[in-house]
């Protein structure tokens, strides 16, 4: 018998099944891994460029290419970022999420890309106020500009921790506030002018607490004055009732007069 007999007399059937399912699995991931989704366009510049522009997306693809380092999602109906979106994307970049709807961004959003992420824009949405640790560890530089924010104590320690985009920061106003004189102004410029919005944060609350205060001392002060005119009443009462009764000088009286008809 030949080497090439023995050779393929050695093959057992179903080890090589096994290995087809093995190696037909092993392609399957690399092409998840790798593949572009599906409505997007997707490129090699030393890792991809994954292009989903003005796509209708009304939320973030799922599966994107773990290699991706540009990742474009601008001029969609995104409305909401969920925790952990970018997990899988440690090579990420830059992240494209401005012309959408989004009115909320959860934290940790962000936690899968935050030591390689450069560039993140956020600008033209519907966000008015964020978590504080949205953004923890990310070193990016953030455009935040043309969102309705409402300036209180939440957005300003928020915005503490950021790297705001210098070309736009004077784009980010206040569209309301708790102090109606800084609506239309940059949050920034209102911030550096000494304007602490946590402060008026804290006097609301120990406003609402002295009169809170002051409703619990009225009623209290309204019950025991209830309570004495009450008793007052009470016992007037009571002693008209006693006047009324017969005095004991008349019913000893009234007693001898008996005893000496008797």
Not at 81 to 108: C, I, P, Y
Not at 114 to 131: G, K, Q, V, W, Y
Not at 150 to 170: G, I, K, W, Y
Not at 216 to 222: E, G, L, N, Y
């Amino acid at each position: 018998m030949g080497a090439s007999q023995r050779c393929r007399s050695s093959i057992n059937p179903s080890s090589f099944s096994s290995l087809f399912f093995v190696g037909t699995l092993l392609f399957s991931l690399m092409m998840t891994a790798y593949a572009c989704p599906k409505l997007c366009h997707c490129t090699e510049r030393n890792g991809m460029v994954v292009q989903c522009t003005s796509r209708n997306l009304e939320s973030i693809p799922p599966n994107l290419p773990k290699d991706t380092v540009v990742l474009l999602l601008s001029s969609n109906r995104i409305r909401h970022v969920t925790k952990g979106a970018f997990d899988d994307l440690h090579r990420l970049r830059e992240l494209d999420l401005s012309h959408n709807a989004l009115e909320s961004v959860e934290v940790g959003a962000f936690q899968g890309v935050s030591e390689a992420l450069r560039t993140l824009d956020l600008s033209n949405n519907h966000l008015s106020s964020l978590p504080r640790d949205t953004f923890a560890k990310l070193h990016a530089r953030i455009r935040l500009s043309q969102n309705p924010w409402h300036c209180e104590c939440s957005l300003q320690e928020t915005l503490r921790e950021l790297r705001l985009d210098p070309e736009t920061v004077n784009e980010v106003s206040c569209f309301t506030s708790e102090q109606e004189e800084y609506v239309g102004q940059p949050v920034i410029q209102v911030l550096d002018s000494g304007i602490n919005f946590c402060n008026f944060h804290h006097k609301t609350t120990d406003v609402a607490m002295f009169v809170a205060m002051f409703c619990w001392f009225s009623m209290v002060t309204a019950y025991i004055i209830y309570y004495i005119k009450h008793n007052q009443e009470d016992a007037r009462r009571h002693m008209e009732y006693l006047k009324s009764l017969p005095s004991t000088s008349h019913m000893s009286k009234d007693y001898d007069t008996v005893s000496s008809v008797f």
